[in-house]
């Protein structure tokens, strides 16, 4: 087995080298930043109308209620993405930014989720416009579609739309195993151990702890019954889970701010300063220090800030298209605040947790020797709650954690229909399910390598067609704030397919939207 995990290390080393170098972060970032200004820097410009529309109208009953069974209601697909979404990397995923990038890495984070709101933004409306229903009556969209249909409608473009969407198709079912999978019960089970099983002295199976396999096991069960149920169990359990523990990790997190709110401007100051001078460098060739700036904060705050928004990944998009909203721009509006909640709010909460522990020297940006970004929140919460704090966070990863393998089972599912059809899903949804097991028995480091991997595969095609359709943006868009916001009578955009169009259109008009 150990010469087995060797040569998949050596191999996920190579392509993690070029799926996160500098050409996939400028491309992301990039994007964001095309996408900002081509709509005018809609997350600002229009803040109080897409707050309005999206968490401003959580207890309208059109936003919470859905009749349509082949879809979710907007509340649903925004829970059930934000399940994909707030997951370990909110928690251990901060902490190794911050370990491995220093405090600066914060700063980044932050700048890659402005940027992000935007790009997701543009992922959902494109994934509804070029959405469409399966064989079983479900909605289906995502990247695959606007790369087959709206880059591929191009003049000589139809067979690169295709191939991209074929292989940002693959990318997502293997990414789904990553970041959905092996990442997220990794961290389950380094939680669960170092809070409830620290001093146990378990007998080992094939090397590794039988508390492992245990606990590996227990969450393949309950995560099958779930996942086999389809998207409505889902979505139905993402309801009822993520909006419950977000709040509660929010309150904990900040009741240690509050007790450290004296060392608030300290934390601060050292999140802007390390962002643009290395850590523990005070002079010295200006090559070299940027450099270190570059790979140090920068290119760790942008992957930590993309593992756990997901913003350009074109994964979210895929629940988002099943919601039983008609109108593009609607639904592109709840992708902006499930990034601004899961980085701005979570993200930053962590962060501020982290760097008030005492683990992180402020002056210097580095972390004291030996500190383990695994166990660093559960630690912190433990020195002020003791050990309820502990198992508050062990709880706090496993329903994160959980409810991102829930929502990544959906991304594979429809990836996977996509490839080989609706029979596939199913043959998919059991190895999904028996996978589980396997991120409780990896190392943590190869767990995550792998999830950075698949993340940066998946995000270039889908970047690429987010790009190409960047009119198609502009368009809808503008569509949308010519009727909804200005009050002028234009025909709506809502869909790249004339039947579709037509029927949304006349909901639209009788006020069904």
Same mark, same amino acid.
């Given at each position: ?16 080298? *070029? ?37 401003? +109208? ?64 543009? &992922? ?43 292989? *940002? ?38 090397? @590794?702890?039988? !508390? ?29 889970? @993520? ?37 523990? %460098? ?5 090559? +070299? %220090? ?24 074109? +994964? ?10 008609? &109108? ?9 605040? &499930? ?57 706090? !990863? ?6 991102? @393998? ?23 949804? %059991? ?56 009050? +002028? ?25």
């Amino acid at each position: 087995m150990e010469k087995f995990l060797e040569s998949v290390t050596a191999v996920n080393d190579v392509v993690n080298g *070029f799926a996160w170098g500098w050409f996939a972060i400028i491309l992301l970032l990039g994007t964001g930043l095309i996408c900002t200004i081509i709509t005018g820097c809609f997350q600002i410009s229009h803040l109080k109308h897409w707050w309005g529309k999206t968490i401003g +109208s959580v207890f309208h009953k059109d936003t919470r209620h859905n009749k349509d069974m082949g879809a979710v209601s907007q509340f649903q697909a925004l829970c059930t993405a934000l399940a994909a979404t707030i997951g370990t990397g909110n928690i251990a995923g901060v902490s190794a930014a911050i370990c491995i990038g220093g405090p600066g890495a914060v700063f980044w984070m932050w700048v890659a989720a402005f940027l992000g709101m935007m790009t997701n933004y543009s &992922e959902n409306i494109l994934g509804i416009y070029f959405r469409r229903k399966n064989a079983e009556n479900e909605w289906s969209g995502g990247a695959m579609y606007y790369l087959q249909d709206g880059l591929g409608s191009y003049k000589g473009m139809k067979a690169v739309g295709k191939i991209l969407a074929v292989v *940002f198709s693959i990318f997502a079912v293997l990414a789904s195993f990553g970041i959905g999978n092996m990442g997220q019960i990794n961290k389950i089970t380094l939680n669960i151990q170092s809070a409830f099983f620290g001093s146990v002295n378990a007998p080992t199976l094939q090397g @590794v702890s039988l !508390v492992n396999w245990i606990i590996g096991l227990v969450l393949m069960v309950i995560g099958g019954f779930i996942i086999l149920g389809g998207l409505q169990r889902i979505a139905y359990f993402a309801e009822r889970v @993520v909006p419950f523990m977000a709040v509660a990790y929010v309150l904990g997190s900040l009741v240690i701010i509050i007790l450290h709110i004296g060392s608030l401007g300290a934390i601060f100051g050292a999140i802007f300063k390390f962002a643009f001078v290395p850590r523990a %460098v005070a002079g010295g060739v200006s090559g +070299s %220090v940027i450099k270190m700036i570059l790979d140090g904060p920068v290119k760790n705050g942008c992957k930590r800030g993309i593992f756990s928004n997901e913003a350009g990944l074109g +994964s979210s998009v895929m629940v988002h298209s099943n919601s039983n909203v008609k &109108e593009p721009v609607k639904q592109g509006m709840w992708g902006i605040f &499930e990034v601004f909640a899961d980085t701005m709010i979570v993200c930053t909460m962590t962060a501020i947790v982290v760097l008030s522990s005492g683990v992180v020297d402020l002056q210097t940006g580095l972390c004291a020797e030996g500190t383990n970004d695994a166990t660093l929140v559960a630690q912190t919460f433990g020195a002020t709650f003791g050990k309820p704090g502990e198992w508050f966070v062990a709880l706090a !990863v496993l329903l994160f954690a959980f409810t991102t @393998v829930m929502g990544w089972s959906h991304y594979g599912s429809k990836a996977v229909e996509y490839l080989f059809g609706i029979k596939g899903v199913k043959v998919y949804k %059991v190895i999904f399910v028996l996978m589980m097991i396997s991120g409780a028995v990896l190392t943590s480091s190869l767990a995550w390598d792998i999830s950075d991997t698949f993340n940066g595969l998946m995000m270039i095609p889908n970047l690429i067609g987010v790009l190409s359709m960047t009119p198609l943006v502009v368009k809808l868009t503008r569509n949308y704030v010519e009727r909804k916001i200005k009050g +002028s009578d234009v025909e709506p955009m809502l869909s790249f397919d004339p039947e579709i169009q037509k029927e949304h259109a006349a909901m639209v008009k009788e006020g069904a939207e």
